[in-house]
Nanobody, 124 residues
Framework: QEQLVESGGGLVQAGGSLTLSCAVS????????MGWFRQGLGKEREFVAG????????KYADSVKGRLTISRDNAKNTVYLQVNDLKPEDTAVYYC?????????????????WGKGTLVTVSS
């Protein structure tokens, strides 16, 4: 069975940095584009970042450009999200996602497989 497990969330002070990880099993990792989404309290889930099959291309939501970096290590079946200069509005549950197609021109609105999420809380 396909499984995506996020880790690295927690309580972080505003202005700090944090790196999330997503370990993937049960599928051919290199055959999937990977992405990160987040959902704040009382808000709908939104796209954050996506990365192509071998990591050569990336897509970021306009709202977070310049503060985060998505990367992947296909040898470790792991995708990462680094967030710098954390702000209170970054507080959310962050979800890892896998999909069989990559888009670099539009925000991603769906995926084939999802993780259960990891909570990031940014204090002011």
């Amino acid at each position: 069975q396909e499984q995506l497990v996020e880790s690295g969330g927690g309580l972080v002070q505003a202005g700090g940095s944090l790196t999330l990880s997503c370990a993937v099993s049960g599928l051919t990792f290199s055959s999937y584009a990977m992405g990160w989404f987040r959902q704040g309290l009382g808000k709908e889930r939104e796209f954050v970042a996506g990365i192509s099959f071998s990591g050569g291309s990336t897509k970021y939501a306009d709202s977070v450009k310049g503060r985060l970096t998505i990367s992947r290590d296909n040898a470790k079946n792991t995708v990462y999200l680094q967030v710098n200069d954390l702000k209170p509005e970054d507080t959310a549950v962050y979800y890892c996602a896998a999909r069989t197609w990559y888009s670099g021109s539009t925000n991603w609105n769906g995926a084939d497989f999802w993780g259960k999420g990891t909570l990031v809380t940014v204090s002011s």
